[in-house]
T-cell receptor
Framework: GDSVTQMEGPVTLSEEAFLTINCTYTATGYPSLFWYVQYPGEGLQLLLKATKADDKGSNKGFEATYRKETTSFHLEKGSVQVSDSAVYFCALGYPNAGNNRKLIWGLGTSLAVNP | KAGVTQTPRYLIKTRGQQVTLSCSPISGHRSVSWYQQTPGQGLQFLFEYFSETQRNKGNFPGRFSGRQFSNSRSEMNVSTLELGDSALYLC???????????????FGPGTRLLVL
């Protein structure tokens, strides 16, 4: 079945370090891909998304490129800040409704950035 | 535009009791999804309601149920609470069906349930 696999955390980095959080997926067809972020004590919020192959989503300095050939959507940021400490979720959606389509979620990757 | 609101924010119950959680979606959103979040299991999908109809359901026992009203507000009920039901329950709303196309979900802050 369809699935999303994220790298396990926690990930601990120093401020200004480079961040990569890996996300790979298994799906039929051409899904949309999402990264959501959950800051401490809050609900999730959309960070970025991409709807077709080679699309690059970007927001708040974060980027992720939809790679169909490697079925991946890795999240990257060139220089993390303490305020980026959060849990990051990769998710997969479908191009159209039917067959009880729903979002497929990864387990989340916790990021801690130290000053 | 107001965001997704959930009430109550915190609840303490004892085993065997039942609980009802409430979610008010963003105005105009017709889909409401419920999730259970625990440290060990991550984000687990419970169910989704769209225009008062349950459209999707996760793998949870029948003790977990929900409904949606004509104004799109939704409630989730858990009967015969167990210790393992302690979790953060998140509600999310979207204009259309969640997970379809590039539809974005907007999450509330959650209700933290502790079962003693």
């Amino acid at each position: 079945g369809d699935s999303v696999t994220q790298m396990e955390g926690p990930v601990t980095l120093s401020e200004e370090a480079f961040l990569t959080i890996n996300c790979t997926y298994t799906a039929t067809g051409y899904p949309s891909l999402f990264w959501y972020v959950q800051y401490p004590g809050e609900g999730l919020q959309l960070l970025l998304k991409a709807t077709k192959a080679d699309d690059k989503g970007s927001n708040k300095g974060f980027e992720a490129t939809y790679r169909k050939e490697t079925t991946s959507f890795h999240l990257e940021k060139g220089s993390v800040q303490v305020s980026d400490s959060a849990v990051y979720f990769c998710a997969l959606g479908y191009p159209n409704a039917g067959n009880n389509r729903k979002l497929i979620w990864g387990l989340g990757t916790s990021l801690a950035v130290n000053p | 535009k107001a965001g997704v609101t959930q009430t109550p924010r915190y609840l303490i119950k004892t085993r065997g009791q039942q609980v009802t959680l409430s979610c008010s979606p963003i105005s105009g959103h017709r889909s409401v999804s419920w999730y259970q979040q625990t440290p060990g299991q991550g984000l687990q999908f419970l169910f989704e309601y769209f225009s008062e109809t349950q459209r999707n359901k996760g793998n949870f026992p029948g003790r977990f149920s929900g409904r949606q009203f004509s104004n799109s507000r939704s409630e989730m009920n858990v009967s015969t609470l167990e210790l393992g039901d302690s979790a953060l329950y998140l509600c999310a709303s979207s204009l259309g069906l969640a997970g379809v196309g590039s539809e974005t979900q907007y999450f509330g802050p959650g209700t933290r349930l502790l079962v003693l």
